[in-house]
């Protein structure tokens, strides 16, 4: 029986169960608090000048903008499907929590496989653990509602090891610039997540599924994420920056860019309608392209000015995507894009490369070449790891094990959750309904 | 057709992109970062103790929290009538993304025009711009349901020039004091548009229209965009203010004049309803009065014994306005205030004027009586170029150029989105719905 | 009749009124602002780098966090029921509002009993306020559908002043240590509130009642209260710690705890079920077990493999809590518990004992056996506080005076709130199914 073949009963529990206990192992030998969260500076007593500067308070403010993020501004813009909403904000948060954990570890690790030693954690392993878990999440978008949560939690494993491999390439080796993650986080979720949907392709879906869609509160619930998100981007893209004007310069920025995707985003919405009428699928989406196509370059001296070109183009470029390159991906290439996260994530990734290429031209703020040519072979890794990763990991998820859901048990809640009927009222409505047809039979 | 001279096709695209190229093309030639934002001090390599002075980290937690009510606190606010969410929340995003830019270019511009040079940004710009926008989407809620898109943004052009006109008199010239705005925001932005919605008076609406209510859900969406203007009101308050005690004060004011408020509403919307039952009208907007009428006095040494009679106040005329005084403006004087925001902005703010009168004289902590005629003189100046302004404006608007609803199409999506169809069960009982109309024909 | 009963036409104005009014009179005589707040300092005029030091900036972004917590966190995390949402978002508001500023005089003035002087208000009494609404607001969990606002309000009054009295005694007489509050906050309000709903047990509610449940939007509704709960848990049980590295610890600790204990919340929910499927009710309750189980703890040297094991343990016991005790309290002890708030905070809060008593031998940061035996005697004093307080309370919210509802009238805002119709289109359906039932008729 198909409901036996996607039974969590002992999946769930044992990946769940083996991986946190593996996790707390590991975190138990290997990690220990970094010198401002163990207080050993020696100054436990009494409260001093010197805990007034703990790093503490000049990073978590910024990490509470990114974890609401993480859980609230990805959980909830994935809500928009009509009845998947217990599966995108939960699994969203199942993910995500286990995501953070293991990021930790291995983004930790390879930070001091230089140095030696144990691997440190404070405010700022906060805000990289949750910069991978939000990779992740860009990939569940593109698989959205096609995949079990034992599918998902074994992508994450993947995923997290690859990305931060790829991220200790860029930032390490390479030397490139990207704070606010436009290459290792957006381009990188984004390719990886394409890859993953195009090897567990399903070619009947379409034909055996009508939930692929949106209804009017799902649309609403959506919009909470969405404008979490925007809000607090020039918190992510400024988290990890360096203090003092740098940082501020970085928020400042990604708000500019914000502001002048959202009219973009509503320009082409509509001209693209034959009716001249705006699509929520662009308004939740495209309007967060400006503070992707900025995470690169958001802490240059671009200037407001600057930022506004690249947001509009990536409002612009992001509508665009929805309306003709998605489809085409779907029956040309065969990828299954479900939240379209190549038109959020994948292209305005990319536009940040001729963002750097183009402004320290300009500005003269940035050793130009030299950098543009090491952001362009850093983009090449970014891509190359992505695809090749994203192929591999999907061949694994392909195996028959982990209780993914038939085509018509997609976008359906029904399936691993416990749905709650319908209120009262409804279902008299629907007793009604089944009344009438059973006396239609007789 | 109704349905072509509604079509967003054009007139968004045009609106929108010629906006927001105007503005790129504005900042390019008069904005440049403030000084703590372009690391001119020089201290740009490292990490110093005066990059951990920089402004940012006094402000933008406060802008944070203000940005929220823009975006999610007015937006969901907004989203109780049952079938006008997406415009809601969507047009609230729109506008506030416009304004926020055109804002940051007029408040500069009349910030430089006695000393001269360019227009500074940073995120004392940002907070300023968003209290701006604050006043162009009160306006929003007079108007809300009756409008279209682009007719908005017209008024927010309008409406923001004015506005930061009217504050440059208020603060630059008259010295008057209204850190949280009770009259550059509240009383300006309430008037304002409540003579905008008077101009455009709809004589036949309520006969053609059954959509100007809630439904179950809607009224919780709208719960989450009160309780987080109420939560984050007192950082609204605070922003701007002084560093220091001052900022600590205005905080702390606004808290309790909040909480008084709120047990003034629930007392007043049990006690003016017949049954006793509670109008979720009342609790979405009375509640937040409190935070209204204290936006220039929370930063004096009114104590919380002063700001809790004063917010309680409010509360209590507030729930009094909604009951008597809303549909008196509408029957009388034509005024068709969808949100009410007469209830919520346009009284509590001039209750400011006696507040401020008022206190100073017990607690000695103002120059008394000549401050006071300065806050008045500002009061009747502010409402002058709001009723004024708001006419022509109003007037401006009626232009038939903007693709504005017709009074069946008022409150309702349908007009300008692409609104998604029921789920499938819910479809299937209106199948069966139709069918025995049909038969019944028969 | 029945209706008349219920009436809250004058009972909830003269309650509200009636203890709003005291409220501002005991604050008019008995408070004044802390001296970072009034400025005493004598730095009015300008701002001096003193400014930058006021504990405003140290603590506002917490209390935001923790005020985010009591409005929407407790207040959406009870939207779960299918006719509720009015009421458990709305009394929220009502009961939050009350009892912040009542806990303020109560901590306050237990606060000056020592040293004599004023209540000082301020950023510090602010969170502190907000803390003891949270344990009414647990209380609130247990009778959640069952109460009216008159009876809530009551209630709160009561359960500030015990619940300040037990908080003196523990941290001011017994020297226990509880800054995150598992003990005062968490123990406390849940074995309070479960008195009172043992108490006011309705033997007949199962039989007459279908509403105790939720529908497909409440739970989506709820997931916003969870998810800002967990999200802002850190927060929570940092706010008021000592600063520097304590404060850092204390939220990275809590932060681990809540990612284990999602892990284990999952895992149990899928196990528990015959099918394998996730119950949201176990999402939405256990998986915020590990923020209040590390309540005490989370300021301690405990690692995050310490608390990684306890947040584990604290989702595992919960989500059994969920299973096999909430149903045997309800038929055994005959205590209703709603949202089960003896399985979130009630059984977590006593585990906290134990992490206490255990990790203080393994990492030796905290003179063990002195300690731990004091907070033995805490646990014991604020379970008889909480238990006997409870029952009393409970007789007293039994006399017919608050206008309760009947049974048939539970979990049904209709009884205290004008609740909108519903959408057009539902009415014709709602007319169709009543027409031929009217048809059936004759």
Redesign the interface.
Known sequence: MA?AST???????I???A??VI??IL??VA???DH????E?G??TN??H?????????R??SF??V??MI??GF??LM?FL??Y??SS??FN??IA??S??LATLVQGFLHTIMTGGKIH???ES?INADFCTGSVLISFGAVLGKTS?VQMLTMAVFEVILFSVNEFILLSLLNAKDAGGSMTIHTFGAYFGLMVTRVLYRPNLDKSN??N?????S???A??GT??L???WP?FNSAIT????????T??NT??S???C???T???S??L????????VH?QNA?LAGGVALGTAAEM?I???GS??VG?LAGAISVLGYRFITPFLESKLKIQDTCGVHNLHGMPGILELFTVSLFPKITSDFPASAQAGMQAISLVVTLGIALIGGIIVGFILKLPIYGAPSDSQCFEDGV???????????Q???A??SG?ESEKLN
Not at 7 to 13: A, C, D, G, H, V
Not at 273 to 280: I, Q, R, T
Not at 416 to 426: I, L, R
Request: charged share 20%.
């Open positions: 409901g039974s969590m009963r002992l999946r769930l529990p990946a769940c169960i991986l946190e996790l707390i975190f138990g990690v220990e608090y401002d969260v163990s207080g500076a100054h436990k409260t001093t010197h805990d007034y500067e703990n790093e503490f308070y000049y978590y403010p509470q903008d974890h609401v859980f609230i959980g909830f809500t009509q009845r909403g217990f904000v939960g948060f199942l929590a286990f953070l954990q954690v404070g405010v906060m949560p009508k939930k869609s949106s209804v009017y509160h649309d609403i619930f919009m909470i404008l979490y925007w809000m607090f918190s360096l203090h003092g004007d740098i940082q501020h310069r928020a400042l708000y500019y914000l502001a002048a959202t009219l973009s509503y320009a082409f509509a001209l309608n034959h009716e001249g009428k705006l699509d929520m308004i309007a001296m200037t407001p000015f506004m070109i509009f691993y959750w416990e749905v709650p009927g319908e209120p009262e009222d409804c008299e409505l629907a009604v309904k009438e």
